[in-house]
């Protein structure tokens, strides 16, 4: 404890021998640097028992045995220590993307929940008054029915009941003349009486309980059981979507050059979709930017202002490929609506939400361009990038492609329409990119 007596210490600062004395800072630790055998400090470490021990014990229990000083042990430790840190350090970055990545997804599911419950109200608000508008009309279409049906009746109870008025008059005159002692007035009236004028033709009336309407209600009653069997059989369909729905337990994303390619894709490009000064070749898989325009058709699928070149094939699930690049050279995906002409923020690959790039220069470096925000990315560049997408959990992601897989760039997004794979070739004739054909 002396040590901590600043009066003890000073000596040490004072008289020559005690000068030469090595100082460290005061511990409170400091009987566990202290041989408890041997009451001696511990300056030696032993590598054959990786302990540290004091002189003494190096002459005793451990002698013969392989003995470096304390501090040339720590000196080699120190060097592991460095390295230990850097894979702790990148496993932390690593982590703190994951972290990054699923903040992203969750701000993902929640703004993709928001919008199928805004989505689905909405759907079911139309079929509500679908079937609300149905019901009317069935109700309006019975209620005109019953009233021309009533009223042909009423018409016909009229002309039935002036009839039967008539008949009566006529039965009462009958009987009149039948009391007559007149026989002259008898002869004379009975002709004329007795003759009954042509009955109108009128339809016959059914005695039976009417049952006209009950047709009616069996169709609706068949209709609401089939929809209720429809709607039954859909709502699986619908709770197994919804259910479906599990960001936080999709598959983890491949390290290994062999697990990316088992999401291999064979893709070519679409020459109606080729600017005019592009050139595709091998098989629509390269395209070069060229000084003056090709003899290209009119098409209303091609791009007119920048050089740019769209994939034939539609991408969704999980899906790699690799592009060889020179020059200068924007290797994107996009939606297939994205605007063929306009300004760079309508049609320029990942100037706009229907893109995404990521923007390569020889003996530079590479830039990611998602919605018109550059984001620089400082790695070894590479003449062949890897793209991995996984389109349902809405993950981009750029590799450079050598001995190993080096992350450029991931990108966490909402994709809601399959994505094509595309090249935009700026400025630089000559520049070329291509997509590889992964046997």
Not at 161 to 184: G, I, M, N, P, Y
Not at 306 to 312: A, D, E, G, I, K
Not at 400 to 426: A, C, I, K, N
Request: glycine residues 4%; aromatic residues 8%; hydrophobic residues 30%.
């Amino acid at each position: 404890m002396a040590s901590f007596c600043e009066q003890h210490l000073q000596p040490h600062f004072d008289v020559a021998p005690l000068k030469k004395h090595k100082l460290v800072a005061a511990t409170s630790k400091l009987q566990e640097n202290i041989c408890s055998r041997h009451d001696e400090v511990m300056k030696i470490f032993c590598r054959t028992d990786q302990q540290c021990i004091c002189y003494l014990c190096s002459m005793d229990d451990h002698k013969g045995h392989d003995t470096v000083s304390a501090a040339a042990e720590r000196a080699d430790r120190q060097k592991e220590l460095g390295v230990s840190r850097e894979k702790v350090q990148q496993r932390a970055q690593d982590r703190e993307k994951d972290v990054k990545a699923l903040q992203q997804r969750v701000e993902a599911i929640n703004r993709s929940a928001d919008e199928a419950v805004r989505d689905s109200e909405k759907i079911f608000t139309e079929f509500i008054h679908l079937i609300e508008k149905i019901s009317s009309e069935v109700k309006q279409k019975i209620r005109s029915q019953q009233k021309t049906q009533v009223s042909q009746a009423q018409d016909l109870e009229e002309k039935q009941q002036q009839e039967v008025t008539e008949l009566r008059r006529k039965d009462a005159e009958l009987l009149q003349l039948s009391h007559t002692e007149d026989h002259l007035h008898f002869l004379n009236n009975y002709p004329s009486l007795s003759r009954l004028s042509e009955s109108e033709h009128l339809p016959s009336i059914d005695i039976c309980p009417l049952r006209l309407f009950e047709d009616v209600t069996t169709a609706v009653s068949k209709t609401r059981d089939k929809l209720q069997g429809f709607v039954t059989e859909e709502w699986e369909n619908i709770s197994l979507a919804v259910t479906g729905v599990d960001i936080l337990m999709t598959q983890a994303e491949p390290r290994t050059r062999a697990e990316f390619r088992k999401y291999s894709r064979q893709i070519t490009l679409y020459p109606n979709t080729a600017q005019r000064r592009l050139s595709l070749s091998d098989r629509n898989r390269k395209a070069t930017l060229m000084k003056v325009d090709q003899s290209y058709s009119a098409h209303p699928d091609r791009f007119v202002e920048y050089c740019q070149v769209l994939s034939t094939e539609g991408l969704t699930g999980r899906c790699y490929w690799e592009v060889e690049w020179s020059g200068r050279a924007l290797i994107a995906v996009a939606y297939k609506d994205i605007n063929i002409t306009g300004t760079i923020n309508q049609c320029g690959f990942g100037f706009n939400n229907k893109s995404w790039a990521l923007d390569c220069i020889s003996g530079g470096k590479y830039t990611f361009f998602p919605s018109n925000i550059p984001t620089p990315v400082s790695v070894p560049q590479s003449s062949r990038i890897g793209v991995y997408l996984d389109h349902r959990a809405g993950s981009l992601s750029y590799y450079s492609v050598s001995d190993t897989m080096t992350l450029l760039h991931r990108e966490q997004t909402t994709v809601t329409q399959p994505l094509y794979p595309g090249f935009w070739l700026p400025h630089n004739p000559g520049s070329s990119a291509e997509l590889c054909e992964l046997k």
